[in-house]
């Protein structure tokens, strides 16, 4: 055994790419690759797998052979990760030969794992290609989307930049309506997996943009016949409207986030449509997010005709929608005139006023000051994700996915409390340590009093704007004497 591990890592050393490719790969089935890599000689092959990915003269399969040797040896030893990825910063100066070059799906996710890792100047055109030109590697596509997803902003600058290669994209088949259909089930099954994991910024409407990627994909082709094929397309695009109101519950209280639906509804007779989206488990899930937006904008005496239209095609027809709005009309907290909207369809205003000005004030106070507390988590949940989770997750990794799903939930919490905050029209002024001019009308001083011309905020200015465009400050902020 011991003779057989000497000439694998021999091989490793001193053999062709494709030599190295093999050596590697053997020596994990064998489970000794980690003796191995404390050969002298080991560094030797590294450096020539490092040496070929940089070198744009060799063949364009031994460049990718090798990248995906380099991130296969990354993932398996850990103490050579952050050495290899460093060093492939240097060795993926120039752009990679497509990956479809390399027949084995795995081998592409190394490559999309190293653009993830080293994030190259030229990897977003590589990777969104990546994505929708893969043909059934699933965990390739994933890998090239994280990688998408990481170079890219947020998630809507992910979209456009996918739907710019798919509205391109017109597979050579005998029903490529069907094959596009199929297509991008797949692309949406891997974002969902990839937005998991890649908690990134949602960006400016990501609803909007799904639905102009959904549209891009079916442009130039004729619509698919198989109804199968476009419920399992439904679901995958349904999954990742879930994930995007997942990613930051504030978007379940705007219509556009639901656009794409009506885009794959309008790929489907009325018929087939109505029957089908009361079975999706996925187009459920889009439903019930619908209705938890419904409630919480209740609650606040806020209708929205658009987001009732969006629950309209979620769940199948009117009837069904109309349903599920009667019963958040019997929710505790919803307002008379709102009762009215959903369970009848009519925006009266009750004949008492549910609300005295006093009250309305009262409650717009308290909001200001959860939108304070809110601004306050999300500051600390950002340096307890950085700081303090890395540190309980390497001490009880159960323990740090509790805490993870903790701080997500508080997240969305916060969302929410954003959410209504906006439709009262509420913003903080101000960030604490800041230093401004002491206004009587605008601070509460926190000790000293005399002499005060300029103060430092505690706690910021939270004010209303009302429609004629004046601002009034609902809580004042605390602020302290500059000396």
């Known amino acids: 055994m011991k003779n057989k591990q000497e000439t694998l890592t021999t091989l490793f050393s001193l053999g062709t790419v494709q030599e190295k490719y093999d050596a590697l790969r053997k020596l994990i089935a064998a489970r000794k690759h980690h003796a191995a890599s404390k050969d002298k000689g080991f560094q030797i092959g590294i450096d020539g797998l490092l040496e070929t990915v940089g ?39 120039k752009e990679l030969p497509e990956p479809f070059l390399l027949e084995e799906p795995d081998d592409r996710s190394y490559v999309g794992y190293a653009c ?16 929708v030109y893969e043909e059934t590697g699933e965990q390739s596509r994933v890998a090239f989307l994280k ?111 639901y656009s794409a639906l009506k885009v794959v509804k309008s790929l489907q007779p009325t018929n087939v449509w109505a029957k089908n989206a009361p079975q999706s488990k996925a187009l459920l899930q889009v439903v019930q997010d619908i209705s938890e937006a419904m409630l919480i904008l209740a609650k606040q005496g806020i209708t929205d005709d658009s987001l009732a239209g969006q629950l309209v095609i979620a769940c199948g027809d009117k009837k069904t929608a109309r349903q599920r709005m009667k019963k958040l009309a019997q929710m505790p907290g919803v307002a008379n005139n709102v009762k009215n909207w959903l369970a009848e369809g009519k925006n009266e205003a009750p004949l008492d006023v549910a609300i005295g000005e006093s009250q309305q004030l009262n409650d717009d106070c308290q909001l200001a000051e959860l939108l304070i507390d809110a601004q306050r988590f999300q500051a600390l949940e950002s340096v307890g994700k950085q700081q303090i989770l890395p ?24 969302d929410a409390i954003a959410v209504m905050a906006k439709r009262k029209n509420l913003r903080v002024r101000g960030t604490s340590g800041d230093i401004e001019e002491y206004a009587p009308m605008e601070h509460e001083i926190i000790g000293e009093r005399n002499g005060v011309r300029q103060v430092c905020i505690v706690r910021p200015v939270v004010e209303q704007v009302r429609d004629s465009g004046v601002s009034f400050v609902i809580i004042k902020g605390l602020v302290k004497k500059v000396e």
């Open 55 to 93: 070198d744009t003269s060799a063949q364009d399969k031994d460049r990718l052979l090798a990248v995906a040797t380099l991130g296969r040896l990354a993932s398996s030893i850990k103490r050579l990760r952050a050495t290899i990825y460093d060093s492939l910063q240097v060795a993926l100066a």
């Open 147 to 257: 990688a998408l997803l990481m170079m890219k902003p947020d998630l809507s600058a992910v979209l456009m930049e996918l739907a710019g290669v798919i509205r391109s994209f017109i597979p050579e088949t005998e029903d490529p309506g069907t094959s596009i259909a199929k297509r991008l089930k797949r692309l949406m099954d891997g974002l969902q997996v990839a937005m998991a994991e890649i908690r990134g910024e949602p960006g400016d409407e990501p609803g909007k943009q799904l639905a102009s990627l959904c549209w891009a994909a079916f442009k130039d082709v004729p619509v698919s016949k198989k109804v199968d094929t476009l419920i399992d397309t439904t679901a995958g695009v349904a999954g990742v409207i879930h994930e995007v109101v997942r990613l930051r519950f504030s978007l379940a209280t705007e219509a556009t986030t």
């Open 116 to 131: 993830e890792q080293v994030q190259p100047k030229w990897g977003v055109d590589y990777c969104a290609n990546a994505i």
């Open 391 to 414: 540190e309980i997750e390497m001490l009880d990794p159960r323990l740090g996915e509790s805490v993870q799903r903790l701080m997500q939930n508080g997240v969305t919490i916060c």
